[in-house]
């Protein structure tokens, strides 16, 4: 079992940054790819970006190319997704997710074990 706990998520104006950092304590991330999510009222839950076990590969949703990046510490067993430039659109619960590595999907069915999310407003 795979407990992920994210924090970093906060009230900011536009154009400002945050850092999202997401740990677990029971297992290794290093078995894992992992992702982020995000999930804006009344929408459905959509894919931000991935990170492959070793970090060389990394995928994001085109609506924050260039402004988010996703990175790991597998020795301190934490993903973070540092958020530049924020706009209101950016606005939603983001979830941090695991699952294998051998499958580089932006789907959310192929990731088995999801955080509790952590909340991000970006006010204009």
């Known amino acids: 079992q795979v407990q992920l706990v994210e924090s970093g998520g906060g009230l900011v104006l536009s154009g400002a940054s945050l850092r999202l950092s997401c740990a677990t304590s029971r297992r290794t991330l290093s078995d894992y790819g992992m992702a982020w999510f995000r999930q804006a009222p009344g929408k459905e839950r959509e894919f931000v970006a991935r990170?492959?076990?070793?970090?060389?590969?990394?995928r994001y949703a085109d609506s924050v190319k260039g402004r988010f990046t996703i990175s790991r510490d597998n020795a301190q067993n934490t993903v973070n997704l540092q958020m530049n430039g924020l706009k209101p659109e950016d606005t939603a619960v983001y979830y941090c997710?695991?699952?294998?590595?051998?499958?580089?999907?932006?789907?959310?069915?192929?990731?088995?074990?999801w955080g509790q999310g952590t909340q991000v407003t970006v006010s204009s």
């Open positions: 990170i492959s076990i070793s970090g060389a590969s990394t």
């Open positions: 997710a695991a699952g294998p590595d051998s499958v580089p999907s932006a789907s959310s069915k192929f990731y088995g074990y």
